[in-house]
DNA sequence: CGACTAACGCAAACCATTAGCTTTTATGGC
DNA sequence: GCCATAAAAGCTAATGGTTTGCGTTAGTCG
C-alpha cells in the first residue's frame, strides 16, 4: 500500500527542497545525505530507506528539475518553433549546472526509469510543437525522426563531447531535419 | 611530475586486472575499494590517492573495456561497412554489461576527459570507414554528420529509452544517412 | 653514485551507512 | 467519530568504508 499523503509527502518535499538548497549553496562536492536530513529536519535513515542512496535521491530531484514547466512558445511556424525550442532545451541542458542534472538523472537510475521520464518530457514537448504544424495543415516530420535528428544529437554532444556546441548547431539540425 | 614507469605502473595494472577480475566473478553489487585493494594486492589508501574515488575507478576501467581493439571491418561497400559496423557497436553497447559500462565511463568523470575518449573511439572507427569508401572513389559523408546521425541516435537510445532497440534499426539510421 | 621527491604502506580517526527496534501517524472499517 | 492496522519515521548502536598524517620505499635526475 503506498502513502502519498500527510507525513510522509512532507518529508519528500523538505528533502527535495533541502538537497535543492545545498547544491544552490555549498555545490555537490561533500554533500552527504546525513546533511540534507539535517537540513530537512529528518534523520538520516529515513532518507536512506526511502531512496537507498544518495545518487538515487539526486536522480530523483534531477528530474524534477529537468521537467518543462511549460508547453514550447508558439511562433507560428515549425521551423521556428523547433529552433526555438531546441536552442532552449541546448541552453538548460549544456549548462554546467543542465550538464550535471542530466548526469545526476542518468546516474542513480537502476532501472533506468528516471532516463526515461526524461526523455519523455523531450518527447512530449516535440509533439506539442509538431502537432500544432499538422493542425495548421503541414506535413511536419515525426515524433521518432525529430528525436533521432534534433534531441539525440544534442544530448550525445552534451553528455560526450561538451565543446562547440551552440545555437547555431541547433539551428543546424533543425533545419536539416526540415529539409532546406 | 609524473612517473609512468616501475612501481606505479605495476600497481595501476594490478588494481585495473583486479577490478575485472572482480567484474566478473561477483559484479558491481557490493564492490568496493578495499575488496579491489585486496586482490590488487595494495592498499586501500593507495587507490583512494590515485583514482579519489571508485567510481573514478570505474570510469577509467570502462574506458580502457570500451576502446575498439580491431579496425572496423571491410566489406567492400560503404553502407554495407557502415551497417556492419553500427550493429556491431549496438551489440557492444546496448548489452548489459555495456550499458554499465558506458554509465561507469560516464559516470565517475569530474572532468568529461573520460567520456570525451569514448566519443573519439566512435569518430575514430568511422573516420577509418569513410576514408575507405573516399578511396574507392565515393563521396561520403563527414565524419560530424555520421556521428549526428548513427552514433548519437544510438547513444541516446541506450541511454535514455533501452527498448526496441535492434540490428534493424541501426540499419534504418545507416540507410537514412546514405539516402535511400 | 647520491640527493630528491613522487608514490606507497601503515595505522589511527572519522563519519557515512546499515540494522534492529520503538514510536508516530495515515488509512480503512466499524 | 473511534479503533485497529500497518506504513513510514525516529532513535541508537555497530559496522566498515573513507580520510588523514607520517614514515618508508623506490623511480628519476644531476
Do not use: K
Request: a negative charge; one cysteine or more.
Amino acid at each position: 500500500m503506498v502513502r502519498p499523503g500527510g507525513r510522509s509527502a512532507r518529508v519528500q518535499a523538505a528533502v527535495h527542497t533541502a538537497v535543492r538548497e545545498l547544491l544552490a549553496e555549498t555545490g555537490r562536492d561533500g554533500l552527504t545525505v546525513p546533511m540534507v536530513a539535517q537540513r530537512a529536519g529528518v534523520t538520516p535513515s529515513t532518507v536512506y530507506r526511502r531512496w537507498g542512496d544518495l545518487q538515487e535521491l539526486l536522480s530523483d530531484v534531477a528530474v524534477e528539475r529537468l521537467r518543462p514547466d511549460t508547453a514550447p512558445s508558439d511562433h507560428g511556424d515549425l521551423r521556428r518553433d523547433l529552433t526555438a525550442w531546441a536552442e532552449q532545451f541546448l541552453d538548460e541542458m549544456a549548462s554546467p549546472a543542465g550538464r550535471a542534472y542530466v548526469r545526476d538523472a542518468l546516474l542513480g537510475d537502476p532501472d533506468g526509469g528516471n532516463a526515461g521520464r526524461c526523455s519523455a518530457y523531450a518527447a512530449e514537448q516535440l509533439d506539442t510543437v509538431l502537432a500544432r504544424a499538422r493542425e495548421r495543415g503541414q506535413r511536419p516530420p515525426g515524433v521518432e525522426e525529430a528525436m533521432d535528428r534534433v534531441v539525440a544529437p544534442l544530448m550525445y554532444r552534451i553528455l560526450f563531447r561538451p565543446d562547440g556546441l551552440d545555437a547555431a548547431y541547433a539551428g543546424r539540425l533543425v533545419a536539416d531535419l526540415l529539409g532546406t
